[in-house]
């Protein structure tokens, strides 16, 4: 729920400022422009995850077992979420960020699939497949409005 709440909360929170802050909020003029800063915190959150325990740990624990090298995996993958929270924030490279976010998000899916069958999954973790389906529909369609498939301005 954190995830979710600092998505919808930076959103929200940036489309603010973007109706009444000064003029120089222009940079968050429209909901897509929010929606980047929304998904901007929330990759931050879950890319500082990647390297901080238990978080880590349970990310390891979830990563399938035909994958190798779990660890570097699950580096590479904060690394990336991380430089895509970066990169969402610097308009020239928003859309692009929002894409590369988008497919990251599709590749590590399997991951939140293995962990809905685990016989002990980590409390850390959305286990419920539906559940973290729901919520990566969300994501992806955060990321689809920043990449400019979501029609909204």
Do not use: C
Not at 93 to 107: C, N
Not at 117 to 133: E, F, G, Y
Request: aromatic residues 8%; glycine residues 10%; without cysteine.
């Amino acid at each position: 729920m954190v995830v979710i709440a600092t998505l919808v909360l930076g959103t929200l929170g940036a489309r603010l400022l973007g109706w009444f802050g000064p003029d120089s909020w222009v940079y968050i003029d429209s909901w897509p422009d929010a929606v980047a800063v929304g998904l901007a915190a929330m990759f931050l959150l879950t890319g500082v995850a990647h390297f901080v325990d238990p978080l880590r740990r349970d990310m390891l624990s979830i990563v399938p077992p035909w994958l190798p090298a779990p660890g570097l995996l699950v580096t590479i993958t904060g690394g990336l979420e991380l430089l895509g929270a970066a990169g969402l924030l610097y308009p020239p490279t928003r859309v692009a960020a929002a894409g590369g976010l988008f497919v990251l998000m599709l590749a590590m899916f399997p991951a939140n699939v293995h962990a809905s069958r685990m016989p002990n999954p980590p409390k850390s973790m959305t286990t419920r497949l539906d559940v973290r389906t729901a919520e990566q529909a969300l994501y992806l369609a955060a990321a689809a409005v920043v990449v400019g498939l979501g029609g909204v301005q």
